[in-house]
């Protein structure tokens, strides 16, 4: 596939992405022809009400899932060609993902979830580049301790750690701060804005949140699986009316 100018600057492209689930009569359309972009570098967050599609445009857009028709780019990479195996290898290597339960494993310290990622790509983690990363989400101090001994807000950070490990193209965040408290949230969120202002880092969010919201670049809104706004950095007060009339 030639890339065209255009692509070169978007982490992730969606162009006439469906995704349908069931058949028949029971079919519920979850995405209904997204088309968008997200620039490198950039902060977004995709707002919507209750089953608007939000998730299932990010599951989409990290490989998670498959869409029932048009087109995602990752990378430069289109994934529709691509078989399982290789959609898994790009999601252990291009692309990160933080969920809004942690997802980390008990047994294993924090500088061993941060690295097994790279373990899982057959990649022997480089202990100074575990290093780093911890200490890009101020937690170099606690590389020893497991997630039972850290906070809420401290294991998210890990989780976080661990999604930049493998220095991925784009990092998808799927409601990251719905399981904190509000003083863990806005740490998690000040960390997501530093990633992206210091590092050049794409990042993707799902929120329900308009404070959270605020942190991006912009804000997507959805409703009935298509694109209804997009707009600019918006204030906390401008997003909640904005989410209370597609809610109306």
Known sequence: MTITARQATEAVQ??????????????????????LGFPVGTFTTVMGPSGSGKSTLLHCA?????????????????LGPLTERARTILRRTRIGFVFQSFN?????????????????????PDPALIRRTLE???????????P??????????????????????VLFADEPTGALDTVSSREVLRLLRDIVDTHGQTVIMVSHDPVAAAY?????????GRVVDVTAALGPASIAARMASLEA
């Open 14 to 35: 969606l162009r006439s992405v469906r995704k349908t689930y069931g058949t028949g009569d029971r079919a519920v359309t979850a995405l209904d022809g997204v088309t």
């Open 62 to 78: 990290a490989g998670l899932e498959r869409p029932t028709g048009g087109t995602v780019v990752v990378d430069d990479t289109d």
């Open 104 to 124: 980390l494993i008990t047994a294993l310290t924090a500088e061993q979830n941060v690295g097994l990622p790279l373990r899982l790509a057959g990649r022997r």
């Open 136 to 146: 890009q989400v101020g937690l170099a101090d606690r590389a020893t301790h497991r």
């Open 148 to 169: 039972a001994q850290l906070s809420g807000g401290q294991q998210q950070r890990v989780a976080i750690a661990r999604a930049l490990a493998t220095r991925p193209a």
């Open 216 to 224: 991006s670049d912009r804000v997507v809104f959805l409703a009935d």
